[in-house]
């Protein structure tokens, strides 16, 4: 009798432990889809509703166009560019006019970025050399903007080099965590390093 209940015992025990191994299994399947789930959110701002956010990555994407007209020393590019992307802020500058909150706030690298985009636009140089001198003061207003308006899972990339500017350094965004360096091109194309991601 006394055998039973060891042979009992021992089963109930085996029980209980593939149960936890089960329940283990799960917990961390579970993470995984949450981590999943996480990795492929929208991106989203903290600060604007969804039509504001929109029109802040359309106005990333046009800054993209600009930095890689920099990147392969493409001017005329840099300039047409540099143009869309001041209307596209001057839209977004509009929109948040009503935002009594947030416009104030984010105004400010608003008129810096449709200011420099006016340098850029207005410099006609085959080696882009004299549109970087504005790039630079653009692509900080523009960190500044996405920082202050509180934008989230957008995969994009602060690059860093300290290079640029005659060894003062100088940072751009990126759309990948690859460095292509707009101040550089062809010269130091991958002179520069990852400083943070949004």
């Known amino acids: 009798m006394r055998s039973i209940y060891i042979v009992l015992g021992c089963s ?4 209980a432990s593939c149960g936890n191994s ?7 399947t579970t993470d995984t ?4 789930a996480k990795a492929t959110r929208d991106p989203a701002s903290s600060k604007l509703n969804d039509t504001g956010t929109a029109m802040l990555l359309s106005v ?3 800054y993209y166009a600009v930095k890689d007209a920099m990147v392969s020393a493409k001017s005329a590019d840099g300039t047409s560019a540099a143009t869309a992307l001041e209307h596209l802020t001057d839209s977004l500058k509009s929109f948040l006019g ?3 909150v947030n416009g104030p706030a984010l105004k400010p690298y608003l008129d810096t970025i449709a200011t420099q985009c006016k340098i850029v636009a207005a410099i006609n140089d085959a080696s882009c ?6 790039f630079g003061p653009l692509s900080g207003a523009m960190y500044g903007l996405i920082k202050n308006a509180g934008l989230k899972n ?3 990339y602060h690059e860093y ?3 640029a500017y005659n060894e003062k350094g100088a940072s751009w965004l990126s759309d990948e965590a690859e460095i292509h360096n707009p101040y550089f091109g062809k010269k130091m194309m991958e002179c520069g390093e990852v400083t943070d991601s949004l």
Not at 22 to 28: K, L, Q, Y
């Open 12 to 15: 109930l025990l085996a029980f």
């Open 22 to 28: 089960g329940t283990t299994t799960t917990i961390t």
């Open 33 to 36: 889809a949450k981590a999943q």
């Open 60 to 62: 990333v994407t046009k």
């Open 98 to 100: 009503k935002d009594a």
């Open 129 to 134: 050399e004299h549109q970087r001198l504005a």
């Open 154 to 156: 957008a995969h994009i």
């Open 161 to 163: 080099c300290p290079m």
